[in-house]
């Protein structure tokens, strides 16, 4: 059973940029989750994907953007970069069967730095 | 929304116990978790309790509930240098929300 996985590991980009960030979902499971955690802060649900639709959104601008795949594979693209954009993005995948949803488990995070 | 409030740091000695203590604000919260993050990786859960249990055990760690006065705690017993992180209490409603973090340091 693989993990959960995420690309790149470290990513720069300059204020105004677009940048599209990868996650590999557990083996098994339909459900992925989007997270930002700024340093010293507690991760921040952005939204949830469940079979290629969004399910759940946080209190986050429309520039933050996601995909889901038929692999259940997720992107999560961020448009017009701003310096508080620099955080490190966490993805979690859980199985959500019947409505009911089960434990999220967390890729390494893809630490994205804003200049 | 939901508010989860944790105290920001705790040192203890090695091979004491450590008590790492969360507060949430929404009672509809079904499930509640300890996740553990090392310095520059990912969030490792630990362990959760649902919310009609008072108590979960597992090995060296203990999770006790309140719903009355919705506080949660996690009890590591024998601290090891290893336990050396930051730990996040999460609970559950619609989505996750966590809390700010406790770091524990280990004292040799």
């Known amino acids: 059973e693989t993990g959960v996985t995420q690309s790149p590991t470290h990513l720069i980009k300059t204020r105004g940029q677009q940048v599209t960030l990868r996650c590999s979902s557990q083996?098994?499971?339909?459900?992925v989750s989007w997270y930002q955690q700024a340093l010293g802060q507690g991760p921040q649900f952005i939204f949830q994907?469940?079979?290629?639709?969004?399910?759940g959104r946080g209190n986050f601008p429309p520039r933050f953007s996601g995909l889901q795949f038929p692999n259940y594979s997720s992107e999560l693209n961020v448009n017009a970069l701003e310096l508080d954009d620099s955080a490190l993005y966490l993805c979690?995948?859980?199985?959500?069967?019947?409505?009911?949803?089960?434990?999220?488990?967390f890729g390494p995070g893809t630490r994205l730095t804003v200049l | 929304g939901e508010d989860v409030e944790q105290s920001l740091f705790l040192s203890v000695r090695e091979g004491d116990s450590s008590v790492i203590n969360c507060t949430y604000t929404?009672?509809?919260?079904?499930?509640l978790y300890w996740y553990k993050q090392e310095p520059g990786a990912g969030l490792q859960l630990l362990t959760y309790?649902?919310?009609?249990?008072d108590m979960k055990q597992d090995q060296r760690l203990t999770v006790l509930l309140n719903k009355k006065d919705k506080h949660l705690s996690l009890r590591i017993a024998d601290t090891q240098t290893g336990d050396s992180a930051i730990y996040f209490c999460?609970?559950?409603?619609?989505?996750?929300?966590f809390g700010t973090g406790t770091r524990l340091t280990i004292i040799p």
């Open positions: 994907y469940y079979r290629e639709e969004e399910n």
């Open positions: 309790i649902f919310s009609n249990m």
């Open positions: 083996s098994g499971h339909n459900t």
């Open positions: 999460a609970v559950d409603y619609e989505k996750l929300t």
């Open positions: 979690a995948s859980s199985l959500e069967t019947g409505g009911v949803k089960d434990t999220q488990y």
């Open positions: 929404d009672s509809s919260s079904t499930y």
